[in-house]
């Protein structure tokens, strides 16, 4: 195992006002973290300015503690994001509860399972996504939105030619303005 460089930096999170602090920054005390960052924000939220302070302050060779890895990310996607951004600055990650290091050669093989298990997920969505698109056109269906009825159609060709932009008269007639501004080029083009 490689001898550490820098600081252990401490990240604490709870999603709501309600929830205690306390175990979280006894547990990172415990673990070495000289230093701990708090946020009580909703996991959701990707705006935590105690996560960006304490990005802020460490240096290359520091590392980032938290207590479990939902504390840092909500989805698996944003943890690997989170991930490859320490990595691309030189600042480990240490997940107590998981016991990950990825300042070790094992630590860091085992986020890169992670990441091929959800790049492997990836696949098998768009996957089973082109097999439905495919069965519904055997089936004789169109996947996709219907197209515009012909009134929709002629209250925007009226609307803009009374001087509405496509995106205005997209909005009253509440369709989506890309829709809006390719009817009105296909039919321009008629």
Known sequence: MKS?????????????????LTVQIARLKDA?????????VSGKQFDRPGLSALLEQAR????????????LGRSLKELLLTVENLKTQDIGLISLEERIDTTSAAGELIF?????IAHFERRLISERTKDG??????????????????ETVLALQNLVQAGMTAGQAAKQL???????YRLIKETAQL
Do not use: C, M, N, W
């Not at 460089?5 to 205690?20: C, E, H, K, N, W």
């Not at 070495?32 to 960052?37: L, P, S």
């Open 4 to 20: 550490r460089q820098g600081d252990i930096l401490g990240y604490a999170r709870v999603s709501t006002a309600d929830q205690d």
């Open 32 to 40: 070495g973290a000289i230093r701990i960052f708090e946020d009580v």
């Open 133 to 150: 698109i495919k069965a519904a056109r055997l089936q004789g269906r169109r996947p996709g939105r219907p197209p515009l009825d012909t």
């Open 112 to 116: 890169h399972v992670f990441g091929a």
């Open 174 to 180: 509440g369709i989506a303005r890309s829709t809006a």
């Open 60 to 71: 290359p060779g520091d590392s980032l503690a938290i207590t479990r890895l939902d504390r």
